[in-house]
C-alpha cells in the first residue's frame, strides 16, 4: 500500500460514525498451537463486547444486536492459520472491517463515534523499509523488506545478484569464513557496494549484512556506506533461502531496526528539550497539537487515557477533562485522537515500549516552535 492509500484509509476509519463504533483488538500468534487459541480468546472478547453494547442505556436493542452480527460475521471469516502478531476488528451497524498486523497490539475494546486507528499507525510505523545485503563466499544478493514483506532484487532491478569469478567461489568457506578475504572475494564485496549506490541515491534505506562474521566484516572494511549499514546478522547458508524462511532469519534484525527507530525519537525529544521545544503529558501534548505545533510525537505503546475535550460556549478548547473510562461524553482513548491531529497536521508518530517516557506520563513531543 502506498503512503497515499494508507493516509486515505486511516482518513477514512477515523471520520466520525454514528455511535456505537466498536474497535477490537487482541495479540495473536502465527504458529500452533498458539492461534489456535486465539480465536477462542476473541469469541471471549467478542461476549465481551456483546454485554457491553446491551447494557449502554445509549443503545438500542436492534442497534446493538445489528453491531453484534457484524462482529461475529467478521470473526466467523477470520482463518488462524493466516493470523500474525495482532488483530485488529472494526464494526458498526452496517459494516465490518478486520486487518491482521505484524505488530503487537493490546487486548482491548473501545466503543466510541470513531475507530481506534492507532495500532494501524503503530503497526505502518514499525514497517520500517531495509535492504538486506546476503553475503556468500561466491556471490552477493540483495532482499528489498517492509516489515515481513521481502522481495528479492534481480538483475533488471539493481544488478545483482553479483557473483565471484574466481575458482574458489564453489568451495565451501572454513568455519570463520577466511579464505573470503581473497582478493576475488574483495572485488566481489566491492562491486556488491558499487551497486548499491544508486539505490541508496534513491532512497535512504537502513542495510542489513547477513553472513559468516568474517564476511561481514570485510564487506564493512570495504564499504562506502558504513554510515546506512545498521545491523548484521552473523549466519550462514541464507543464500538460496526462500522468502518466508528468510523472513524469519531476519526478525533480529528488524528488532534492531526498530530500536534504532525508537532510539533517535528519544534523541528527537532530548534535543527538543534543550531547545525549550519540548511538550510532555497529555495536556500539553494536546494544547500543542490543537496549535499545529507539535513536529514528532512519541508515545508509549500501551497508554490509554480517558478524556473529555473541554468545551466554552460550544468552541473546543485546547485542554482536556481526565475521567474514567465509560464516562458519557468523554473518547476512551483520546491518545488516537491526539496522534490524529499531529498527522493531520504532517507531524511524526512514533511509538515506544512502556515505561519510556515515564517522566512525561507516557507521552511527549518535540514542538515545531
Known amino acids: 500500500m502506498s503512503d497515499e492509500d494508507e493516509s486515505d484509509l486511516l482518513a477514512e476509519l477515523r471520520r466520525p460514525r454514528p455511535y456505537p463504533a466498536v474497535s477490537i483488538t487482541l495479540p495473536t500468534h502465527r504458529h500452533r498451537p498458539e492461534n489456535q487459541q486465539d480465536h477462542i480468546r476473541l469469541r ?7 454485554k457491553r453494547l446491551l447494557d449502554d442505556p445509549r443503545i438500542g436493542r436492534d442497534q446493538a444486536v445489528a453491531v453484534v452480527q457484524q462482529l461475529n460475521e467478521a470473526a466467523d471469516a477470520l482463518d488462524p492459520e493466516h493470523f ?8 458498526s451497524a452496517d459494516e465490518a472491517r478486520t486487518y491482521l498486523v505484524s505488530a503487537t497490539v493490546p487486548e482491548r475494546i473501545v466503543i466510541g463515534e470513531t475507530y481506534l486507528t492507532r495500532n494501524l499507525v503503530a503497526a505502518s510505523a514499525r514497517q520500517i523499509p531495509y535492504l538486506a545485503l546476503i553475503l556468500s563466499t561466491g556471490e552477493v544478493r540483495l532482499w528489498h523488506g517492509v516489515g515481513y514483506e521481502l522481495n528479492e532484487l534481480d538483475h533488471a532491478e539493481a544488478g545483482f545478484p553479483v557473483i565471484s569469478s574466481g575458482a574458489d567461489r ?7 569464513g577466511d ?3 581473497t582478493q576475488d572475494f574483495r572485488n566481489m564485496l566491492t562491486e556488491a557496494d558499487r551497486k548499491l549506490t544508486p539505490l541508496l541515491q534513491e ?3 537502513p542495510v542489513v549484512v547477513v553472513g559468516l562474521r568474517q564476511h561481514i566484516a570485510t564487506y564493512r572494511e570495504l564499504s562506502k556506506h558504513g554510515a546506512v549499514l545498521a545491523a548484521d546478522l552473523e549466519v550462514g547458508g541464507l543464500l538460496h533461502t526462500t522468502a518466508p524462511e528468510l523472513v ?12 534504532i527507530d525508537a ?8 534535543a527538543a528539550r534543550s531547545g525549550k521545544r519540548y511538550a510532555a503529558g497529555a495536556q500539553d501534548c494536546w494544547q500543542a497539537a490543537r496549535e499545529g505545533r507539535v513536529g514528532h510525537l512519541v508515545v508509549e505503546e500501551s497508554l490509554l487515557i480517558t478524556a473529555r475535550p473541554q468545551e466554552v460556549e460550544g468552541a473546543v478548547r485546547a485542554s482536556l477533562v481526565l475521567t474514567e473510562p465509560g464516562t458519557e461524553g468523554a473518547e476512551d482513548d483520546i491518545v488516537d485522537s491526539l496522534v490524529e491531529m499531529v498527522l493531520a497536521a504532517d507531524g511524526a508518530v512514533t511509538f515506544v515500549a512502556d515505561g519510556e517516557l515515564a517522566e512525561a506520563d507516557g507521552l511527549a513531543a518535540a514542538l515545531r516552535y
Not at 44 to 50: Q, R, T, W
Not at 170 to 176: E, I, K, L
Not at 263 to 270: G, I, N
Open 179 to 181: 579464505h573470503g578475504a
Open 248 to 259: 524469519e532469519q531476519l526478525a533480529p534484525a528488524r528488532a534492531q531496526l526498530a530500536a
Open 203 to 205: 532512497a535512504v534505506l
Open 44 to 50: 471471549n472478547l467478542l461476549s465481551e463486547a456483546e
Open 170 to 176: 564453489d568451495g565451501p568457506p572454513n568455519r570463520t
Open 84 to 91: 500474525l502478531e495482532g488483530l485488529v476488528l472494526y464494526a
Open 263 to 270: 532510539e533517535e525519537a528519544m534523541k528527537a525529544l532530548d
